[in-house]
């Protein structure tokens, strides 16, 4: 069974930049779709980024163009690249295996998820 490790959450001031990554373990994630979803305090869960086996990225309206969703099979992780972070994006991010759209499904595979914390 594959297994997920976030990591790269942190505090940072609003307009800056951060990188999260994805680990996995037990599989490959070649096999997978692969995807980062976010809870808010108070909200629901929401597909942020989700990547296809070949490289196709999809991303929620209010982050196109600010993050970057890309994989490296070889290295077996995922990476979210978010750039111009304010403070909406607040919350904690969670990686998702076998989530090829960005509604977030309880039967994905999910990582326990890095917080994620913008100051205006």
């Known amino acids: 069974q594959v297994h997920l490790a976030e990591s790269g959450g942190g505090s940072v001031q609003a307009g800056g930049s951060l990188t999260l990554s994805c680990s996995a373990s037990g599989r490959k994630i070649d096999e997978y779709c692969m995807g980062w979803f976010r809870q808010a305090p108070g909200k629901g869960r929401e597909g942020v980024a989700v990547i296809d086996r070949d490289g196709s990225p999809t991303y929620k309206d209010s982050v196109k163009g600010r993050f970057t969703i890309s994989r490296d099979n070889a290295k077996n992780i995922v990476l979210l690249q978010m750039t111009s972070l304010n403070a909406e994006d607040s919350a904690t991010y969670y990686c998702?295996?076998?989530?090829?759209?960005?509604?977030?499904?309880?039967?994905?595979?999910w990582g326990r998820g890095t917080q994620v914390t913008v100051s205006s």
């Open positions: 998702a295996a076998d989530s090829c759209v960005l509604v977030p499904y309880t039967d994905y595979l």
